[in-house]
């Protein structure tokens, strides 16, 4: 006996089917997992950084930018592509320091590396890393770096292809800086943060669920002392200039 199928389920049998494959072929969204590196150095070493899971090209792609976000942010690695040389090469440094000075008393040089992700949609990620380096001296040095990746290749975003970069939009930035540090109210000029020159956007710029955060590294604004220089934007206030979200 032939079974015949309603004409009537035809469209939500195939509207089904339709849904399914749908489903399935969308791109699945990166996940990500924090990672240290364990092992016995001499000096105080620490790396807990986030990596993406997985063997898709994406996830290989990411692993890859941000191992080398973390080395361009260090000192003295330009030739380096892997991040254990980058530590096994610190921790020699540091031994071999010790045995051209003997005599001496020596701190113990600190490297630390720390990543954090921000913010990630369907299109963009932003990772946060801090690094701090210590070789003696009066003080150490730490840095912070944002990484903005297409969530959809794990390619590196630029600025602009982050924000429409018009005078309107550097007008709104130096609106919500001078607000962040109070500058209004006290009648700081401008100048006077960035060295005699007029107002400048920073290197790191990244997106928080709060909205665009902007982000001055020690020495970009004003002296050592003023440390990290930070404000955001909100997503309200900013929406007309992004271009990913």
Known sequence: MIRRVSLFRLPTLLLGLIFAFSCSSEPKSISFENNSYENHYEADISVSIDEAIGNSEISKVINFKINEAIISTLSDVTKKTSLESVLEDFDSEFVDFKKQYPEASHPAWELHIETEKVYQSDKIITLSINTYEFKGGAHGNDKIKFLNLNAKTGDIFSFNDIVENSESFKTLAEDYFLK?????????????????????????????????????????????????TEFVIPFDAIESYLKVK
Do not use: M
């Open 180 to 228: 962040s540090i109070g500058a209004n109210n006290e009648g700081g000029k401008i100048e006077d943060y960035f060295f005699g020159k007029s107002f400048q956007l920073p290197e790191n710029i990244g997106l928080s669920e709060d909205g665009l955060v902007f982000l001055y590294n020690v020495y970009e604004v004003a002296s050592y002392n003023q440390g990290y």
